[in-house]
């Protein structure tokens, strides 16, 4: 079945440090992958999207994401976090199911300390 | 930008009464979804719904869960009747096409007394 993981349910770092967030799924065939950010309160915000072509993707404040095949993975980065980066971060897969489905992994809650 | 918009932004119910979710999805987006997160949890998949049909539902999704779209813009869910377990935050997210990211709206905070 398809699944998302997302191990570290929360990740604590220094304003300025680089981040990376893992994600790794379960998923027969070549995936349709997200990361999406969510603020306390907020709706789901899509930080950036992998479908096919460049591994390496990169999306909105800075953030980037690497597919990797050959590790079922696709880890999010950011080079130097902000104060504003601390949030919610989900990844998610979609695929076609007769209907189309994305599924989302139980989060990593970023805290950025000063 | 054009927004998913979700009403109300919190519904309070008791056990036992129905409530009716509203979203209002993007406009030229074809397929719409709902998802649930209980507070602090993962969100997960309710339904999704195409051409005026779903096309598929979760475990979650039982008798007393419906989905409808009862005119060009709004895409409703209903409880028939809550429960205490459904309280949770609830998402309308709609997609424009296949191999398109899903946009959310702000939720909607459901508390069952």
């Known amino acids: 079945a398809q699944s998302v993981t997302q191990p570290d349910i929360h990740i604590t770092v220094s304003e300025g440090a680089s981040l990376e967030l893992r994600c790794n799924y379960s998923y027969g065939a070549t995936p349709y992958l997200f990361w999406y950010v969510q603020s306390p309160g907020q709706g789901l915000q899509l930080l950036l999207k992998?479908?096919?072509?460049?591994?390496l993707v990169q999306g909105i404040k800075g953030f980037e994401a690497e597919f990797k095949r050959s590790q079922s993975s696709f880890n999010l980065r950011k080079p130097s976090v902000h104060w504003s980066d601390a949030a919610e971060y989900f990844c998610?897969?979609?695929?076609?199911?007769?209907?189309?489905?994305?599924?989302f992994g139980a989060g990593t809650r970023l805290f950025v300390k000063a | 930008e054009p927004e998913v918009t979700q009403t109300p932004s919190h519904q309070v119910t008791q056990m036992g009464q129905e409530v009716i979710l509203r979203c209002v999805p993007i406009?030229?987006?074809?397929?719409f979804y709902w998802y649930r997160q209980i507070l602090g949890q993962k969100v997960e998949f309710l339904v999704s719904f195409y051409n005026n049909e779903i096309s598929e539902k979760s475990e979650i999704f039982d008798d007393q869960f419906s989905v409808e779209r009862p005119d060009g813009s709004n895409f409703t869910l209903k409880i028939r009747s809550t429960k205490l377990e459904d309280s949770a935050m609830y998402f309308c997210?709609?997609?424009?096409?296949?191999?398109?990211?899903?946009?959310f709206g702000n939720g909607t905070r459901l508390t069952v007394t």
């Open positions: 997210a709609s997609m424009r096409a296949t191999r398109t990211p899903l946009h």
């Open positions: 998610a897969v979609a695929f076609n199911t007769g209907g189309f489905k994305t599924i």
């Open positions: 992998y479908f096919s072509g460049d591994t």
């Open positions: 406009s030229n987006h074809l397929y």
